[in-house]
T-cell receptor, first 108, second 118 residues
Framework: DAKTTQPNSMESNEEEPVHLPCNHSTISGTDYIHWYRQLPSQGPEYVIHGLTSNVNNRMASLAIAEDRKSSTLILHRATLRDAAVYYCIHITLGALTFGGGTRLMVKP | GAVVSQHPSWVICKSGTSVKIECRSLDFQATTMFWYRQFPKQSLMLMATSNEGSKATYEQGVEKDKFLINHASLTLSTLTVTSAHPEDSSFYIC??????????????FGNGTRLTVT
């Protein structure tokens, strides 16, 4: 199974950076690492994905460890709208298993 | 960006009836769509992978005769919950991939269907 491990919850202050960690020790060489976030009663929203190199987009940055067994999603300046459950997944031959995710709470 | 439309957004049905949920990719063709179920305060659980023109692949423990999946076109997959019971009440979510089976492209999710069986 393509399992990931994330902290259950994290807190951040508004306007501060947030680093959300994820362990994916069973990852294989061709698996992409994806991050999604979900607001209550909505479908997940794509955040970012990568393979080996660090990635940046308008929403976040993704830092991937050299051995690829872990990654960190970086929100550079958290806003109240970033409060959500964040899921990291790695996709193995069609297996799309979501772990428990991290509930991010942002304090004003 | 790529949009996945899911309909209805919520439905209430009586025990023993069937409910159909539609998932459409609005501006791209999706050869593969995925169906998930999510219970309150839990993560998404993959139910099945739906491939256009072929039979869906169900995850272990998911009854294929109860959760009928049809993916007759490149833009539409449907999930029918047959003979629904209260324990089937859940949040059902579909997703589709824009790439041609490559995971170097995002998954795009519908906004989910809240099913309540009374």
């Amino acid at each position: 199974d393509a399992k990931t491990t994330q902290p259950n919850s994290m807190e951040s202050n508004e306007e501060e950076p947030v680093h959300l960690p994820c362990n994916h020790s069973t990852i294989s060489g061709t698996d992409y690492i994806h991050w999604y976030r979900q607001l209550p009663s909505q479908g997940p929203e794509y955040v970012i994905h990568g393979l080996t190199s660090n990635v940046n987009n308008r929403m976040a940055s993704l830092a991937i460890a050299e051995d690829r067994k872990s990654s960190t999603l970086i929100l550079h300046r958290a806003t109240l709208r970033d409060a959500a459950v964040y899921y990291c997944i790695h996709i193995t031959l069609g297996a799309l298993t979501f772990g428990g995710g991290t509930r991010l709470m942002v304090k004003p | 960006g790529a949009v996945v439309s899911q309909h209805p957004s919520w439905v209430i049905c009586k025990s023993g009836t069937s409910v159909k949920i539609e998932c459409r990719s609005l501006d791209f063709q999706a050869t593969t769509m995925f169906w998930y179920r999510q219970f309150p305060k839990q993560s998404l659980m993959l139910m099945a992978t739906s491939n256009e023109g072929s039979k869906a692949t169900y995850e272990q423990g998911v009854e294929k005769d109860k959760f009928l999946i049809n993916h007759a076109s490149l833009t539409l997959s449907t999930l029918t919950v047959t003979s629904a019971h209260p324990e089937d009440s859940s949040f059902y979510i579909c997703s589709a991939m824009t790439g041609q089976g490559s995971y170097n492209s995002p998954l795009h999710f519908g906004n989910g269907t809240r099913l309540t069986v009374t």
